[in-house]
């Protein structure tokens, strides 16, 4: 799996995955964020959480215009400045005003620009590392192993964003509960029902906070709003560490540096394609990115409407085995143990073999020894959810190279096309999981005015699961996705194109804000059925012109 690729792919890999740190760390506590300290509604909420989403997915469209001029090096490291900026204003405490709101979406815009200038641009450079005959085989593989880099970084970000949110709350005498900010918003501007103020109560006697219901409110909501700004800070730190990483490493990847018109100068052995070989290409670019678009409207309600479902509908504590997975670094010993357990089989030497089995030995031996000290019931928070999926990435893509990898050599293996229309039937079969789950339970609504009772909230399992079946999905599509747009991209458009595909990202994104449109009187099932039905159409679709898309690929 790692053998053969260049050391050109390791320093941008690691490169992305300090700066996918600082973003993942971010979207974790964004839309939570949004609601704790302005009070803004789920439809409000969901506006802003859409929009901010599809513009840090379509600037690298316009960076990828300006790197195909200027060059991709130069665009990556202003990016790196200018992401870093907008982090760092995020991450300054403001008054829940109008000038505190105007500083939060100027923080925005330059994220989403920064982030349009090195995201695309970098992966790119990768792409070329892949342009030469000698790792061109390598190119799926690689992009593979790209993108479990970008999942470390965000494997670890849930559990930093949590470690702030606790480490702020408990110096202030508070502990975490998901009902409490919404309430606090209702009360102070003058909303709350009866009902409402009688669960207010309950978790301010709870809180053991001996003022009036006011001043708890209040109180609240502003430590709650300074820990997500302590969140928020720990992207400036990954920023720095990504771009020491990215300066320091230039001479092994320094060579990819390079736009069409650097490569006739260099001798770069790029195709030249008549009008009508280029045209033809677009297009089935084009068609694929139709395609991704219902994909990232659905993959993304993991920082909306599932934290939502998460926060309001989902066990606030877990027993038994299920503790396991709440704590990161007993995901990282068992992603040790995994790869350790594909080193024994892929080994060539006696000597490697048996080092592979100590490491799997030795890895789950102390997560047995960290099972029988946890404690027997563990709180949890709702944005740690969201470690699930990459986790599921990084565990899961020695998996999927060994299976394509057979399925190669019996000379089997699907197009990238076509993984991607599997994968959308994925999708759907993920959500599904989450609309059984959902059957019977309150709408949003009725969870706002009122609450919800502890006995209501469902295993932590449900979405675990769907976690798990849409990382299969993401498998097939993402890193597939992004290899076939540098393979069949015109040289001339490389950038435009990689640009392209974060585009159609940016416009799934977007469309985010639909499903949490729904958020409210509508049940729960019927929600995430409109996603369902988004992920077969677009299979449906995908596959109705596999012949042209297989005909480039």
Same mark, same amino acid.
């Given at each position: 799996?790692?053998?053969?690729?260049?050391?050109?792919?390791?320093?941008?890999?690691?490169?992305?995955?300090?700066?996918?740190?600082?973003?993942?760390?971010?979207?974790?506590? +964004?839309?939570?964020?949004?609601?704790?300290?302005?009070?803004?509604?789920?439809? &409000?909420?969901?506006?802003? +959480?859409?929009?901010?989403?599809?513009?840090?997915?379509?600037?690298?469209?316009?960076?990828?215009?300006?790197?195909?001029?200027?060059?991709?090096?130069?665009?990556?490291?202003?990016?790196?400045?200018?992401?870093?900026?907008?982090?760092?204003?995020?991450?300054?405490?403001?008054?829940?005003?109008?000038?505190?709101?105007?500083?939060?979406?100027?923080?925005?815009?330059?994220? $989403?620009?920064?982030?349009?200038?090195?995201?695309? !641009?970098?992966?790119?450079?990768?792409?070329?590392?892949?342009?030469?005959?000698?790792?061109?085989?390598?190119?799926?593989?690689?992009?593979?192993? +790209?993108?479990?880099?970008?999942?470390?970084?965000?494997?670890?970000?849930?559990?930093?964003?949590?470690?702030?949110? !606790?480490?702020?709350?408990?110096?202030?005498?508070?502990?975490?509960?998901?009902?409490?900010?919404?309430?606090?918003?209702?009360?102070?501007?003058?909303?709350?029902?009866?009902?409402?103020?009688?669960?207010?109560?309950?978790?301010?006697?709870?809180?053991?906070? $001996?003022?009036?219901?006011?001043?708890?409110?209040?109180?609240?909501?502003? %430590?709650?709003?300074?820990?997500?700004?302590?969140?928020?800070?720990?992207?400036?730190?990954?920023?720095?560490?990504?771009?020491?990483?990215?300066?320091?490493?230039? !001479?092994?990847?320094?060579? $990819?540096?390079?736009?069409?018109?650097?490569?006739?100068?260099?001798?770069?052995?790029?195709?030249?394609?008549?009008?009508?070989?280029?045209? &033809?290409?677009?297009?089935?670019?084009?068609?694929?990115?139709?395609?991704?678009?219902?994909?990232?409207?659905?993959?993304?309600?993991?920082?909306?409407?599932?934290?939502?479902?998460?926060?309001?509908?989902?066990?606030?504590?877990?027993?038994?085995?299920?503790?396991?997975?709440?704590?990161?670094?007993?995901?990282?010993?068992?992603?040790?143990?995994?790869?350790?357990?594909?080193?024994? +089989?892929?080994?060539?030497?006696? %000597?490697?073999?048996?080092?592979?089995?100590?490491?799997?030995?030795?890895?789950?031996?102390?997560?047995?020894?960290?099972?029988?000290?946890?404690?027997?019931?563990? !709180?949890?928070?709702?944005?740690?959810?969201?470690?699930?999926?990459?986790?599921?990435?990084?565990?899961?893509?020695?998996?999927?190279?060994?299976?394509?990898?057979?399925?190669?050599?019996?000379?089997?293996?699907?197009?990238?096309?076509?993984?991607?229309?599997?994968?959308?039937?994925?999708?759907?079969?993920?959500?599904?999981?989450?609309?059984?789950? /959902?059957?019977?339970?309150?709408?949003?609504?009725?969870?706002?005015?009122?609450?919800?009772?502890?006995?209501?909230?469902?295993?932590?399992?449900?979405?675990?699961?769907?976690?798990?079946?849409?990382?299969?999905?993401?498998?097939?599509?993402?890193?597939?996705?992004?290899?076939?747009?540098?393979?069949?991209?015109?040289?001339?458009?490389?950038?435009?194109?990689?640009?392209?595909?974060?585009?159609?990202?940016?416009?799934?994104?977007?469309?985010?804000?639909?499903?949490?449109?729904?958020?409210?009187?509508?049940?729960?099932?019927?929600?995430? /059925?409109?996603?369902?039905?988004?992920?077969?159409?677009?299979?449906?679709?995908?596959?109705?012109?596999?012949?042209?898309?297989?005909?480039?690929?």
């Amino acid at each position: 799996m790692f053998e053969g690729q260049p050391k050109g792919l390791y320093a941008l890999a690691l490169a992305n995955t300090g700066e996918r740190f600082g973003y993942y760390t971010m979207l974790a506590i +964004f839309s939570l964020f949004l609601q704790a300290k302005f009070g803004y509604t789920a439809g &409000e909420t969901s506006t802003i +959480f859409g929009t901010f989403l599809a513009a840090v997915y379509f600037m690298p469209l316009v960076g990828g215009i300006l790197a195909d001029k200027c060059g991709y090096g130069k665009m990556v490291t202003t990016g790196i400045v200018v992401m870093f900026i907008g982090y760092l204003l995020l991450a300054i405490p403001t008054m829940a005003n109008m000038s505190g709101k105007m500083m939060m979406f100027g923080s925005l815009f330059l994220i $989403a620009c920064g982030t349009g200038l090195f995201k695309g !641009n970098l992966q790119v450079m990768v792409g070329n590392l892949y342009d030469s005959p000698q790792y061109s085989s390598k190119r799926d593989t690689a992009f593979s192993l +790209f993108y479990m880099a970008i999942n470390v970084g965000a494997l670890f970000a849930p559990t930093a964003a949590t470690k702030m949110t !606790n480490y702020v709350l408990e110096g202030a005498g508070f502990t975490y509960n998901a009902q409490i900010p919404s309430l606090a918003h209702q009360f102070l501007n003058g909303t709350i029902k009866p009902e409402g103020n009688a669960a207010l109560a309950s978790l301010q006697a709870a809180q053991n906070f $001996a003022g009036d219901t006011s001043a708890f409110c209040s109180a609240y909501i502003e %430590k709650l709003s300074e820990a997500y700004n302590y969140g928020f800070a720990v992207a400036c730190i990954s920023l720095i560490i990504s771009m020491a990483i990215y300066i320091s490493c230039r !001479n092994m990847y320094k060579h $990819a540096d390079y736009n069409s018109k650097q490569a006739k100068t260099v001798n770069h052995n790029e195709p030249e394609l008549t009008p009508a070989q280029t045209k &033809e290409r677009i297009v089935a670019l084009l068609l694929v990115f139709a395609v991704v678009i219902f994909f990232w409207m659905s993959f993304h309600q993991n920082g909306l409407t599932m934290t939502f479902f998460a926060r309001d509908y989902t066990a606030q504590s877990v027993t038994g085995i299920n503790r396991l997975g709440f704590d990161v670094w007993n995901l990282v010993l068992l992603i040790i143990a995994v790869y350790g357990t594909f080193s024994i +089989f892929q080994s060539k030497t006696g %000597k490697g073999k048996a080092i592979a089995g100590i490491v799997v030995i030795a890895s789950l031996g102390i997560l047995a020894w960290a099972y029988s000290a946890m404690d027997p019931t563990i !709180n949890i928070l709702p944005q740690i959810f969201q470690q699930f999926n990459p986790f599921f990435v990084v565990a899961l893509t020695p998996v999927s190279l060994a299976v394509f990898g057979y399925l190669a050599r019996k000379k089997k293996e699907p197009s990238a096309p076509r993984k991607i229309g599997i994968g959308m039937i994925i999708a759907a079969c993920g959500f599904l999981i989450l609309a059984i789950g /959902s059957m019977g339970l309150p709408t949003p609504t009725a969870v706002e005015e009122a609450g919800i009772s502890p006995d209501a909230l469902v295993s932590p399992d449900w979405l675990i699961s769907t976690y798990l079946v849409l990382t299969f999905a993401e498998l097939l599509l993402s890193p597939m996705g992004i290899s076939f747009v540098s393979k069949v991209a015109p040289p001339k458009y490389k950038g435009m194109m990689m640009g392209g595909w974060f585009a159609a990202t940016a416009i799934g994104n977007y469309l985010v804000a639909v499903i949490g449109y729904l958020w409210g009187d509508i049940q729960l099932w019927i929600v995430w /059925s409109v996603l369902i039905a988004c992920c077969l159409l677009s299979a449906l679709f995908i596959f109705s012109v596999m012949k042209r898309l297989e005909k480039v690929a």
